[in-house]
C-alpha cells in the first residue's frame, strides 16, 4: 500500500514539475475543489488534498487534525507521506497546546525553518527522524476553524508569500470539505432519527387505533352483559318455573311447552346477539367490496349497540330517544364490518353528545351527484354541539375533546372508512344546536341482486347411525338425544382419538364433530376420515362461529360447518345437506 501511494506521489510529481508555479497551484486548488464536489468520502478529499500539497511544495509529510469542540481538543485524523510511525507519539492538543492546538486556537499559521530549535513542537520523535520544515495552517469554514493542516519536510526549505497563499486556500478548501462533511454526518443522523420517530409514530397510532377499538368493544362488553343477564334470567326464571310447578303438581302441557318456548326464544335472542358482536368486532382483512344493503347495516349497529343508548342513560336516569328514518336505497359497494365500525362510532359520539339525554335521528335516502347515485346517511343529534374551531379539527387525529375518555381516532377512523369507500364525510354542528353528520357512499354499480332460493335438501334416510365426537359431556350428550329422539341411532365418544377407534370398530352413516377439543382438532379427525372413509360425510360443529377458512375447509374434506347454537332443524338440515355434498363429492367409478 505504501510503495502504491508513492508511486502515484512520484507521478503527480513530475507532472507537476512541468506546469508553471501558478499553473501548479491552479490545478491543485481544482482538483481538490472537484474532489469535494464529486462522490468521495471526507477521508479520501483529505489524502488527495494532502498528497497534492506535498506534491506541490516538495513536502515530505502531512497531517489533518480535527477539532473536537466536546472535548476541548484536536485530534489528527489523517496522515500522509514518509515515516507515518514518528508522527504517531502524539495524536491529540487541548486548545491551546502543541501548534495544532495553538493554529486553532490563535487562528494563524505558523511556519517554523527548524523544529529541533522551537520549544512550541511537541514530538521529539519527529524532529529525531530528520524532519526540520514545518508549516501549520486553520482549516477556516463559514467564518469558524475546524482545525488545522500541516506540512514537513526534512530539506531545507523557505516558504514564500505564494506557498503561504497557497496554504490559506488549500486550508480553507479542506476547511469546506470537513464543514460538508459534518453537515452529511448530522444530515445522516438527522434523518435516522426521523426515520425511527416515525416508525415509532407508527407503533404508537396502531396501539392508539388498537385502544379505540378496544374502547368501542368495551363499551359494547357492558352492554352486552346487561342484554345477558336478562337473557339468563328469562332461561332460569322460566326454568325454576317449570320445576316448581312440576314439584306442585299445578303445570299443565300447554304451561310446560310455553315455558319452554320462553327459554328457547332467550336462548336464539342471545345466539343472535352473539353473532352480531362477532360480525361488529371481527378482524377485517383485505376482502373485496361486495353489495353491502346500508339499510341492515343501520338495523344491525342500532340492535347490539342498544345496551349503550338506551339501557346505560336509563341507569342513569337519562332518556336517549333514537328514531330512525330508512327509506329504500340502492346497495353500496363496500365492507360490512367497517361500514358497520364506522355507523358504531357516529352513534357514541352522538349519545356521548348527550349527557342530559334527547334526540338521536338516523336517516338513510338515495341522491345524485355528478359523479353518480349516491347513498346519504345521516346521524343527527340534539345534544350540546360544538363551535367552529372544534368543528375544523374533528377529524385530526389525537384531537379529542372528551379529555382522558377518548383517543381522538374514533372520527379520523371514520373519515378513513368512508374515503376508502370513494365517498365524503360532513359534519355541522353550532354550540347548543346540536350536530349532523353526513356521509355518502357511491351505489353499488351493479345489483348483487336477490340471493337465489336454497336448493331443497334430499330426504333423510329414515334412520341413520351417527357419531358424535365432543369434550364437552353435556354437548355430546344432549346431541345423541336430540339424534335419537328424531328416529336415529347414536353414539358419543369424549375425544378424536376415541372417535377414530370407534369408527374401525363401527358402521356409521355420519361424523359430527367439534372443532376445539384436547389432542385431535375436529380439522385434524375429519382428514383422518376422509383418508379413510371417503364416502363417509363429517360435518363440523364449533363455537366460533362462522370464522372459519374456506381453503381449511377444503384440505380437511368437512362437508359442512355448523355453527353453534344451532336448532333442531338446523341440525336436520345440515345432515342432509352434508350427506348431500358427500354424494357429490364421490368419485363416478362409485
Known sequence: MADSTEGKRT????????????????????????????????????????????????????????????????????????????????????LGEGIPGRVVQTNECIIIPDLASDRRFLRPQVIEAGFRTFAAVPLRAKGRIVGCFDIVGRQPYTLTERDLELLNAVGAAIGLAVANGHLYEDLWIATKQLEAKIEELRRTQATLIETERLRAMGQLAAGVAHDFNNTLMTILGQTQLMRLSLQQGTSSKDQLSEHLKRVERAALDAAETVRRIREATRQRGMEPFTAVAINEIVTDVLDVTRPRWQHEPQARGVMITLRTDLVAVPAVSGREAELREALTNLLFNAVDALPHGGTITITTRATRAAEGELVEVTVSDTGIGMPETVRARLFEPFFTTKGVKGTGLGLSMVQGIVRRHGGTIDVTSAPGEGTTVTVRLPAATESAGPAPPPTAPAPLPSSLRALVIDDVPFIAETLVQLLCAMGHEAEAVASGEEGLARLEAGDFDLVITDLSMPGMSGWEVASVVKARWPRLPVILITGWGEVVEDEQMAISGVDLILPKPFTNEQLLQAIAQALAVSEERRPSSD
Open 11 to 94: 507521478e503527480l510529481q513530475a507532472q507537476t514539475e512541468r506546469q508553471t508555479p501558478r499553473t501548479r497551484e491552479m490545478n491543485i486548488l481544482t482538483m481538490i475543489g472537484n474532489a469535494i464536489g464529486g462522490t468521495l468520502t471526507l477521508n479520501e478529499i483529505l489524502d488527495r488534498a494532502l498528497d497534492a500539497t506535498l506534491t506541490c511544495l516538495n513536502m515530505e509529510a502531512g497531517e489533518v487534525f480535527l477539532v473536537d469542540a466536546t472535548r476541548g481538543e484536536v485530534s489528527k485524523v489523517r496522515h500522509r507521506g514518509q515515516i507515518p510511525e514518528s508522527f504517531a507519539e502524539r495524536t491529540c492538543f487541548a
